[in-house]
T-cell receptor, first 111, second 114 residues
Framework: SQQGEEDPQALSIQEGENATMNCSYK?????LQWYRQNSGRGLVHLIL?????REKHSGRLRVTLDTSKKSSSLLITASRAADTASYFC???????????FGGGTRLMVKP | SQTIHQWPATLVQPVGSPLSLECTVE??????LYWYRQAAGRGLQLLFY??????ISSEVPQNLSASRPQDRQFILSSKKLLLSDSGFYLC?????????????FGPGTRLTVL
């Protein structure tokens, strides 16, 4: 069963705007990861946030985690056309071994 | 540095035909290996994972099978393809079987079953 669910399913913005994608999950987690996938390519890891962390930054990326609401958000600031891709959250299983990926958010950044 | 290869990149096969997709990893030893399937516009479904040579765990019952004949080689097979087997197949590796590890993905194989 799918643990993480991204929202929205699709997002279209203009270059320079910020893009926010959300991920909700059902059961408690040890950590949550975000990945990016360019069309027709493999996934690339962006960032990992642990259950005891609330916020993490990497360049133009900001990830937050609210374990009480069982949700995470990925913010891309000052978006660029090259940020156009699908973004997936991945959560761990109860044993903390395997990852379960959500359905993804398709982001389009218009130049 | 580590690299992961998949081939073929694209494949069109008739229903009922066999399938063999190959994945190889370079630059690391004893990786954990994964096969995922992605339907169009959807998330990833874990099909198989392997922690070592000859050790395969299946996550979803189906007409696909996996094998790991060598440490850095992972093969996805089918004896008879179904229409529902169409999709984008991704191989990935991680250093350990732990959700805190990053998974590194190959470029994928686009399979169309007609």
């Amino acid at each position: 069963s799918q643990q993480g669910e991204e929202d929205p399913q699709a997002l279209s913005i203009q270059e320079g705007e910020n893009a926010t994608m959300n991920c909700s999950y059902k059961t408690s987690i040890n950590n949550l990861q975000w990945y990016r996938q360019n069309s027709g390519r493999g996934l690339v890891h962006l960032i990992l946030i642990r259950s005891n962390e609330r916020e993490k930054h990497s360049g133009r990326l900001r990830v937050t985690l609210d374990t009480s609401k069982k949700s995470s958000s990925l913010l891309i600031t000052a978006s660029r056309a090259a940020d156009t891709a699908s973004y997936f959250c991945a959560t761990d299983d109860n044993a903390g071994n395997m990852l379960t990926f959500g359905g993804g958010t398709r982001l389009m950044v218009k130049p | 540095s580590q690299t992961i290869h998949q081939w073929p990149a694209t494949l069109v096969q008739p229903v009922g035909s066999p399938l063999s997709l190959e994945c190889t990893v370079e630059g690391t030893s004893n990786p954990n290996l994964y096969w995922y399937r992605q339907a169009a516009g959807r998330g990833l479904q874990l099909l198989f994972y392997s922690v070592g040579i000859g050790q395969i765990s299946s996550e979803v019952p189906q007409n696909l099978s996996a094998s790991r004949p060598q440490d850095r080689q992972f093969i996805l097979s089918s004896k008879k393809l179904l229409l529902s087997d169409s999709g984008f197949y991704l191989c990935a590796w991680s250093p350990r079987l732990a959700s805190t590890d990053t998974q590194y993905f190959g470029p994928g194989t686009r399979l169309t079953v007609l």
